[in-house]
């Protein structure tokens, strides 16, 4: 993370209520524009979201939340901010409504890092690594989300098959267990299209202002563009797949979860999921995964559980190759 030298400083007339700490990059680079402007379309008690004039979604978070490229992290109070509420740069500051005002300039910048193919592990190495993550997964995992899939997904690269789930007593938990007993089988022989079919039914489906099954199958897909990133000779996958499950799911499910649908198909997600995924492929100390998986479980009410289980679904296509 480095400052963001391009940010404006002149300052015309709003006093800024707080200063960002982190900014996305996606987030700095569209602030850059000289007409940027926007309005506020959600407020939650961990974050708002803004569509700008160019049908773009960027948001607003508190320090304790994960980075994202489209947000910006800071000490603002949420409590000011309702929908509809016009956006516009002054400055430095992103002005909301007529005197809030959030201050910019000083703040770091986020990017996750690429992990390139010089960096990565040989896969018989990855798999010994994801046979721990999974282990380590499963010792944290708790509450009602997908999650829940963990134990699932470890049979099936321990021992080729999925032993059966007991019923958790949510009738919704209980049907996307089914539907991602479909998908581990799948992903274990390398068929991404395949899986991605038999996952398309989550789409929409499950708690949360991101559905849980949009999560679990944007996780599948995070892990899916990074191995073809880290490992492009042994991974490719027929872009028409994902281009069925995005047109799948634009009239599925909310503005906002589609966008981070398509954000973790082009593999940008929060700052634990890139943290886990770089573990898992480049062999970092086994202390450091814990503390990646613990900071990723934590994203939202059910989302990183959710987003976490679609991951390491999608880090079952490793044992297609010899």
């Known amino acids: 993370m480095t400052p963001h030298a391009g940010i404006k400083t002149s300052v015309r007339g709003v006093a800024a209520n707080?200063?960002?700490?982190?900014?996305?990059?996606?987030?700095?680079k569209r602030f850059q524009d000289a007409d940027f402007r926007g309005e506020v379309i959600f407020v939650g008690s961990k974050g708002a979201y803004i569509e700008t004039h160019r049908s773009e979604l960027l948001g607003l978070g508190r320090l304790d939340q994960a980075a994202h490229s489209r947000m910006v992290l800071?000490?603002?109070d949420l409590g000011m901010l309702h929908a509809g509420m016009a956006v516009r740069a002054e400055g430095s500051n992103l002005v909301i409504g007529d005197s809030i005002a959030l201050e910019l300039v000083g703040a770091l910048?986020?990017?996750?890092?690429?992990?390139?193919?010089?960096?990565?592990?040989?896969l018989a190495e990855?798999?010994?690594?994801?046979?721990?993550?999974l282990d380590m997964a499963a010792v944290l995992q708790d509450g009602v989300n997908l999650g829940c899939a963990i134990p699932m997904i470890g049979n099936v690269a321990k021992r080729g098959f999925s032993a059966e789930f007991k019923p958790t007593g949510s009738p919704f938990l209980d049907d996307a267990l089914m539907s991602i007993s479909r998908v581990l089988p799948l992903s274990v022989k390398g068929d991404l299209d395949g899986a991605i079919s038999e996952a398309m039914p989550l789409i929409g489906s499950g708690p949360g202002l991101t559905p849980s099954g949009d999560d679990y199958v944007g996780g599948l897909l995070f892990a899916a563009y990074h191995l073809t990133t880290a490992y492009p000779s042994s991974f490719q996958w027929d872009a028409a797949c994902m281009e069925r499950l995005l047109a799948y799911a634009q009239d599925r499910t909310t503005r906002i979860s589609f966008a981070a649908l398509q954000d973790l198909a082009s593999g940008q997600g929060h700052e634990p999921l890139h943290t886990v995924m770089k573990q898992l492929l480049t062999g970092e100390m086994q202390s450091e995964s814990m503390a990646g998986i613990s900071a990723a479980t934590r994203i939202g009410s059910t989302s990183g559980w959710d987003m976490l289980a679609g991951l390491?679904?999608?880090?079952l296509l490793v044992y297609s190759k010899n």
């Open 18 to 28: 707080a200063e960002a700490s982190l900014v996305g990059g996606t987030f700095a």
């Open 74 to 76: 800071s000490g603002l």
């Open 109 to 122: 910048v986020w990017e996750p890092e690429s992990v390139t193919p010089e960096m990565v592990q040989p």
């Open 126 to 133: 990855v798999k010994a690594r994801f046979l721990e993550t």
């Open 312 to 315: 390491l679904t999608g880090m």
